[in-house]
């Protein structure tokens, strides 16, 4: 148990739904991210926070609107995806941001998203 | 640019062949290397953190080492279980890249 979760573990949307996504950590840290991962490409970083504040939004589509009320929950807000958005969606925590040091992050199982 | 390449793509090895995953990268202000395992379907598990070069880090079947422009995976004597991807990815200022995995497979 990596002490990270998310839910739900597996979501079909349609292009026109709307859905969230959610990450909670259990390890007292103060950083968190989401990253998609899609087959035969590496991790992309979307967004990262750190004590509830975005610090890095890598170039990600307005469909895609991250929401962190604590520094133990992150969501993910979805609207309007596309099919090529389809991917697993991975939440991470690290003790501190990654500047501070090269903080290991911590993986939450995912969240395997289809778009139809 | 900022690059991390992991080779092979897939590794088949009989159980109890020993053998190397490799980690290269091209990242200035380096942080950290990082080495995950990850399962189908789920998310990736930490395995090991290396931060200068000539760092060594041993965990059962598994040492990772790091030199200034690349990180070498050693398994010795696999077993079945250690069938997985296997990822490395690099930390620099507020980023982590990551390489595309090396898939390794153990057969009994």
């Known amino acids: 148990e990596t002490g990270v979760t998310q839910t739900p573990r597996h979501l079909v949307m349609g292009m026109t739904n709307k859905k969230s996504l959610k990450c909670e950590q259990h390890?007292?840290?103060?950083?968190m991210y989401w990253y998609k991962q899609s087959a035969k490409k590496p991790l992309e970083l979307m967004f990262v926070?750190?004590?509830?504040?975005?610090?890095e939004n890598n170039s990600v589509p307005s469909r895609f609107s991250p929401e962190c009320p604590n520094s133990s929950h992150l969501f993910l807000h979805l609207h309007t995806l596309q099919p090529e958005d389809s991917a697993l969606y991975l939440c991470?925590?690290?003790?501190?941001?990654?500047?501070?040091?090269?903080?290991?992050?911590?993986f939450g199982p995912g969240t395997r998203l289809l778009v139809l | 640019e900022d690059q991390v390449t992991q080779s092979p793509e897939a590794l088949r090895l009989q159980e109890g062949e020993s053998s190397s995953l490799n980690c290269s990268y091209t990242?200035?202000?380096?942080?950290?290397l990082f080495w995950y395992r990850q399962d189908p379907g789920k998310g990736p598990e930490f395995l090991f953190t290396?931060?200068?070069a000539g760092e060594e880090k041993e965990k059962e079947r598994l040492k990772a080492t790091l030199t200034k422009k690349e990180s070498f995976l050693h398994i010795t004597a696999p077993k079945p279980e250690d069938s997985a991807t296997y990822l490395c990815?690099?930390?620099?200022?507020?980023?982590?890249?990551f390489g595309t995995g090396t898939s390794l497979t153990v057969i009994p």
């Open positions: 991470a925590s690290s003790q501190e941001l990654l500047a501070g040091g090269g903080e290991t992050q911590y």
């Open positions: 390890l007292g840290h103060n950083a």
């Open positions: 926070y750190s004590l509830e504040e975005r610090v």
């Open positions: 990242v200035s202000g380096l942080r950290g």
């Open positions: 290396l931060y200068s």
């Open positions: 990815a690099v930390g620099a200022g507020n980023q982590f890249y």
